[in-house]
């Protein structure tokens, strides 16, 4: 049995898919060391692993990252990301990396499991002083002729004309749009005593992990002719949830209307207007259930506001539980949410305009799951047009059930750790 030292970043979206892979792994007889930030203390300690507190990297998590990273632009787009991938993953990798020095002292681990945007693990990789081995709840980030780069919310194209625009595309955010980025990431790279990229930054870490798993599966990705050996597909990680008998509203949910789930996401709520407040007007006199996960500060204002017994609003509801009852979802479009929308086959209504959502958003619209609204501040008539079309249009539904079935072939923590133990029996 090895000594797994798992590291994440301190965000939800990045620990959480990680804890039934942790389960699974020491369920085997593995011992697990979990570094990450003490917000995730109880959740990690939970699932059997030995907890590590950010020492030297800078802490935060999902409710404290607009008060952490108070230059962090809403928009556009672009100097969002940028700014995202400088500041809150790339500046933390001197300090993460210290910080793991330290526990590899005394934890001697035989490989590094992280999330793909976990950066310090990356001088470790590239001495090749541990395997590493990174798991990824998000689209697939890669880019060839056929399939355009990531971000530009674009569908593949495979005709002449098609490939043109790919490579047009994918130099113009290579070489113009992203190249501060990546002269940034080189720099601090540099101060580190590491070489600059052999690849672009948003591919390099999958060309220097030894596994780079996907809670996701093809029939929700892109087709690319040639990938890295490293990637592989293992299906979604459906979040658990217990103890369903103390949600009183699902008792509520009988069958004998249909439900709307409306939600914001867990960073992305800060602002309630750009999609709860909008969705609601636009949902709330359509004869069905309505159920809003608003987060903790804002519950109380939208009770007042919506104050309909059809509409049930509470700081969190548990999405593999409503999910399993819902007939749309209406969502910022991050992808745990989505992903488990999917899995339960149902079609989707997407404000997206942050991190790596409008990648989501443009899977959605490909696949046709669902309808893409384009935007992060949705008007309530776009959003009740969206609604009335998925409700009116079987093929939304039918295509969300058809990636369910694709879904449901996988077990995720079980093929993931059967991987990562083939990474343990080859050695570094």
């Known amino acids: 049995m090895a000594n797994i030292l798992v590291a994440s970043v301190p965000l939800s979206g990045h620990v959480n898919p990680a804890v039934p892979l942790v389960k699974r792994l020491i369920a085997s007889g593995h011992t697990v060391g979990w570094y990450c930030g003490k917000n995730y203390r109880h959740l990690i300690e939970n699932t059997g692993a030995r907890f590590y507190r950010f020492k030297e990297a800078r802490d935060f998590h999902d409710s404290t990252i607009r008060t952490e990273f108070p230059d962090l632009p809403a928009k556009p787009l672009l100097r969002h990301s940028s700014y995202y991938i400088k500041h809150v993953f790339y500046d933390n990798m001197l300090g993460q990396y210290l910080d793991l020095r330290e526990i590899l002292k005394e934890f001697h681990a035989d490989i590094l499991l992280t999330d793909e945007w976990f950066t310090g693990a990356i001088p470790y990789a590239e001495s090749k002083k541990l395997p590493w081995v990174v798991y990824c709840n998000s689209p697939l980030f890669f880019y060839d002729d056929e399939v355009p780069f990531p971000g530009a919310g674009i569908y593949p194209r495979t005709d002449k004309y098609g490939i043109h625009r790919n490579r047009i595309v994918n130099w113009m955010t290579t070489r113009l749009f992203f190249s501060g980025v990546q002269r940034y990431i080189n720099q601090i790279r540099y101060e580190i005593g590491l070489q600059p990229m052999k690849h672009f930054f948003l591919i390099n870490n999958i060309f220097i992990s030894r596994l780079f798993i996907k809670f996701n599966t093809r029939a929700f990705e892109f087709t690319?002719?040639?990938l890295p050996r490293q990637i592989r597909f293992v299906g979604p990680v459906i979040p658990d949830y217990s103890n369903a008998g103390i949600y009183e509203w699902v008792n509520r949910l009988d069958g004998s209307k249909p439900v709307i789930f409306i939600t914001q996401g867990s960073v992305n709520i800060d602002n309630y207007n750009k999609l709860i407040v909008p969705a609601l007007k636009a949902v709330q006199h359509i004869d069905a259930q309505i159920l809003v996960a608003a987060g903790k500060e804002f519950v109380e204002d939208l009770k007042v506001q919506f104050p309909q017994k059809n509409i049930i609003i509470e700081e969190f509801m548990p999405y593999a539980l409503v999910l399993l009852k819902a007939n749309?979802?209406?969502?910022?479009?991050?992808?745990?949410?989505?992903?488990?929308?999917?899995?339960?086959?149902?079609?989707?209504v997407v404000a997206s305009n942050s991190e790596d959502k409008p990648e989501i958003a443009a899977r959605i619209k490909y696949f046709k799951v669902g309808i893409s609204l384009g935007t992060g501040y949705p008007t309530s008539k776009k959003i009740k047009k969206a609604v009335t079309e998925i409700f009116a249009n079987p093929v939304y539904q039918l295509n969300a059930r058809r990636i369910s079935e694709d879904f449901q072939r996988h077990d995720a923590p079980t093929e993931a750790a059967s991987l990562i133990e083939e990474v343990l029996r080859a050695g570094n």
Do not use: D, E, R, S
């Open 224 to 226: 690319w002719k040639h």
């Open 328 to 348: 749309v979802m209406i969502t910022n479009g991050g992808f745990g949410g989505v992903i488990t929308a999917l899995n339960f086959g149902v079609p989707l």
